[in-house]
């Protein structure tokens, strides 16, 4: 029997933004889905080396407006995220490896971003729009996140 399969796609460089498909494609993986992750736009940052270290958290509303308040921020949620014993983001995205979980970098962002594939983490694949099209249509779950 086929493994059911999961797809997530990432376009936020930031905390609350890299988290959901990390977390949704770890715990997909774990229920014995193929699960994989592509990221693209703003969220190509997150699977470029230092990428998630320096992924940050911007406020909400006018809060996010005021200079200084995503640093404040940022420090605020590794706090919170740190004392719920949740993984850092670099932490998370080896996990998500170790487990099988896929990460792919959108071919057609790292050409745009004029992105050398070698400034990567380690096996991430690059994948056309079409490619992971035909995954998301072989599917059970395939998220926005």
Same mark, same amino acid.
């Given at each position: 029997?086929?493994?059911e399969?999961?797809?997530?796609?990432c376009v %936020?460089?930031?905390?609350?933004?890299a988290?959901?498909?990390l977390? +949704?494609?770890?715990? $997909?993986?774990?229920? =014995?889905? !193929?699960?994989?992750?592509?990221y693209?736009?703003?969220?190509?940052?997150?699977v470029?080396q230092?990428g998630?270290?320096?992924?940050?958290?911007?406020?909400?509303?006018t809060?996010?407006a005021i200079p200084g308040?995503?640093?404040?921020?940022?420090?605020m949620?590794?706090? %919170?995220?740190?004392?719920a014993?949740i993984d850092?983001l670099?932490? +998370?995205?080896?996990? $998500?490896q170790?487990? =099988?979980v !896929?990460?792919?970098?959108?071919?057609?962002?790292?050409?745009m971003?004029?992105?050398?594939?070698?400034k990567?983490?380690?096996?991430?694949?690059?994948?056309?729009?079409e490619?992971?099209?035909?995954f998301?249509?072989?599917?059970k779950?395939?998220?926005?996140t």
């Amino acid at each position: 029997m086929e493994k059911e399969k999961a797809a997530f796609i990432c376009v %936020k460089d930031t905390i609350d933004g890299a988290y959901p498909s990390l977390v +949704l494609g770890i715990n $997909a993986a774990r229920q =014995g889905m !193929e699960s994989k992750i592509f990221y693209s736009f703003m969220g190509l940052n997150m699977v470029m080396q230092g990428g998630a270290e320096r992924a940050k958290f911007f406020p909400p509303g006018t809060m996010g407006a005021i200079p200084g308040m995503a640093s404040i921020a940022t420090g605020m949620m590794k706090k %919170k995220i740190e004392k719920a014993n949740i993984d850092n983001l670099e932490d +998370l995205q080896l996990q $998500a490896q170790m487990e =099988g979980v !896929e990460l792919i970098a959108c071919k057609m962002t790292v050409d745009m971003m004029e992105i050398e594939e070698d400034k990567l983490i380690e096996d991430v694949a690059v994948w056309t729009a079409e490619k992971f099209l035909k995954f998301a249509k072989e599917c059970k779950l395939c998220l926005f996140t």
